[in-house]
Every structure is written in C-alpha cells, then in structure tokens.
C-alpha cells in the first residue's frame, strides 16, 4: 500500500538555524499539508497545499515557515531561525481531494532544538 | 474556528471488553469525522470516518456513531486485543477529506492481557 514517506526521522538543529523537514507525498495526490505535535499535545495544523500554491494556513504558520514542491515529488517544510518552541514532532499528510477522500499520514520528523 | 473536546484522556480496560472515546465539536459546519489510530513512533493512522449524513458506521469490531444535533461523535471498540493499544485521535473537518483537520487532544488507550 502506498505511503507518505518523511526524512529525516529526527533532526536537531540549534537555535536560530535554518532547517528543512522532506516528504514525498503517495504520488496520485493533490493535497498536501503539515500538521505538528507538541509532545504530550493535540496535533495541530500548519498549512495545506494545493496547485502548487498555499490553500490554507494557520496562525502558527508564520514568516519563518515556508513551504515548497520542488519536483513533481517532494514537499518540503523550510523553518528559517528556529526557536525552542519549534521543537515538536511534525507530519506531512496527503489526500486525493474531494468526497470521502481522506488525508494520509507519514510517521514524522522529530525535530529537536537546541 | 473548530474546537474538538475529546474524553477521556486514558481509558484502561481488559481484554475482550469494549471500549468508548467520545468528542465534541463546535463548528455546525463541519461534515466529516475522521479517528485516526497512532501507534508508538508512527503517524496516524486513519482506522474509520464518518461523514454528517450518516448516523452510525462499522468496520468489524470498530463503530463510530454521530450525533449531529448534539454536535458529538464517538468511537466504539469491541472485544479489545492488546494490539489495539495506541493513542486514538478524533478530528473534524469541513468539506471531507481535502479540507483542514482539526483533532482532539486524544486517548490513550491500555488493553491488559
């Protein structure tokens, strides 16, 4: 069965760094987004992704965040100066879009700062 | 914006029982309840949804019910294994499967051997 796929597993990363977070959605998907876990909190929604554009973002979802599909393949979460607050566990998702199409999760980078 | 309340917060039970997780929303406007299982080191994992113009759905020994008018919605787990061990998540949505998720803080869930 097909998967949503994320690397790295776990990135640390120190305070004010730049950090990029990759997945490579199920290929016959049209949707894509980020959600992020604080440890021991509810999964929370950044952002979601359609046509090559941004369909939808949270307030969490600031200037420091950005998100990209380089190639016909990749979705990448970009954090240009991270903060402490930023540590969490963040998942990609993707869905086909439309009725009773639901959203799949890949297994999360962890990201750590320092 | 959504709010999704989820109960209770860790729900231990022995093997063969059956198990409930209940939550809430706020949003009227939402149509699609999707429960998502997450295991240790995974993601979620999607186990059954549910959209508004249905009251009741089963798949084997899990059942998700909805009551619209009270605006809750709830997860049934019967004859529990230990496998069934994980953190359960409820969320909402809009416009089905391609609009934003919002979920419940979830339920941890023990089954004893």
């Known amino acids: 069965e097909p998967e949503v796929t994320q690397t790295p597993s776990h990135q640390v990363t120190q305070m004010g760094q730049e950090v990029i977070l990759r997945c490579v959605p199920i290929s016959n998907h049209l949707y894509f987004y980020w959600y992020r876990q604080i440890l021991g909190q509810k999964v929370e929604f950044l952002v979601s992704f359609y046509n090559n554009e941004i369909s939808e973002k949270s307030e969490i979802f600031d200037d420091q965040f950005s998100v990209e599909r380089p190639d016909g393949s990749n979705f990448t979460l970009k954090i240009r100066s991270t903060k402490l607050e930023d540590s969490a566990m963040y998942f990609c998702?993707?869905?086909?879009?439309?009725?009773?199409?639901?959203?799949?999760f890949g297994d999360g980078t962890r990201l750590s700062i320092l | 914006g959504e709010n999704v309340e989820q109960h209770p917060s860790t729900l231990s039970v022995q093997e063969g029982d059956s198990a409930v997780i209940k939550c809430t929303y706020s949003?009227?406007?939402?149509?699609?309840f999707p429960w998502y299982k997450q295991e240790l080191g995974k993601g979620p994992q999607l186990i059954i949804d549910i959209r508004s113009n249905v009251g009741e759905k089963k798949d084997q020994r899990i059942a998700v019910t909805l009551n619209k008018t009270a605006k809750h919605f709830s997860l049934h787990i019967t004859e529990t294994q230990p496998e069934d061990s994980a953190v359960y998540f409820c969320?909402?949505?809009?416009?089905?499967?391609?609009?934003?998720?919002?979920f419940g803080k979830g339920t941890m869930l023990l089954v004893s051997p």
């Open positions: 949003d009227s406007a939402s149509n699609y």
């Open positions: 969320a909402a949505s809009k416009d089905s499967g391609y609009s934003t998720l919002t």
């Open positions: 998702a993707s869905g086909r879009g439309g009725r009773d199409q639901p959203q799949h």
